[in-house]
């Protein structure tokens, strides 16, 4: 590895580096905001209830009988279950504590920042990926959306990756074409079962797949 590669490497982990400061700096000491509270609760004991009078859930559907139907735990009414089962897992692993709750927001929201990065890399805009990584790191909006247990951080780390694998699949062997399609497609469908207004990427994707002419290749209809 020469020496300017390595300076351009050592760069790039400060960046990411810096973002991880903003985003974990007493992460655990800041008030509940917004909906994650409602979001913690429902995911940390998996259940799909809210206090309302105009939205009812299962639990109130199904009140008089002692155990809900399986399919009851397939989804949260409300939303879908993907950002629910990212809080579970974080709490279940390491407890059930306000920064084991918001940490999958902080590792999606770096892995944001990451990948805005590489996909500006791979059009070869280094000072633009530079510029962008730097810029989402201390941006107010982005770090405060991280920091917080909502499904913000992973809709747009799951939008940066569909784009980031779909873009890489254009130059890479046939070998594994097909492997990054399919996984492209589960980083689109991941994204949509964390929220569902991720599928406002559907129509431009489809636009670049008429444009380029994806649509003539085999590997596009495995995505």
Known sequence: MNI????KNIIFFVIIAIAIVFRLYNIDT???????GNYAMRAIGWNDFMQSGTLTTPWNWYADQEKLPFWTLLSFNDHPPMHFFFIWLSAHIFGVHLWAVRLPSVIFGVGTIALVFLILKKFRLMFGAY???IFLAVLPWHIYITRQAIQESAVMFFLALTFYLIIIAQTCSKK??????????VSLGSGIMTKYSMVVIIP???YWGIKKKWFK???FYYF
């Open 4 to 7: 300017k590669k390595y300076k």
């Open 176 to 185: 594994i074409k097909t492997s990054l399609w399919i996984l492209a497609g």
């Open 204 to 206: 431009v994707i489809f």
């Open 131 to 133: 510029s962008a990584a």
């Open 217 to 219: 290749q085999k590997y």
């Open 30 to 36: 800041d008030e509940v905001m917004t909906d994650e």
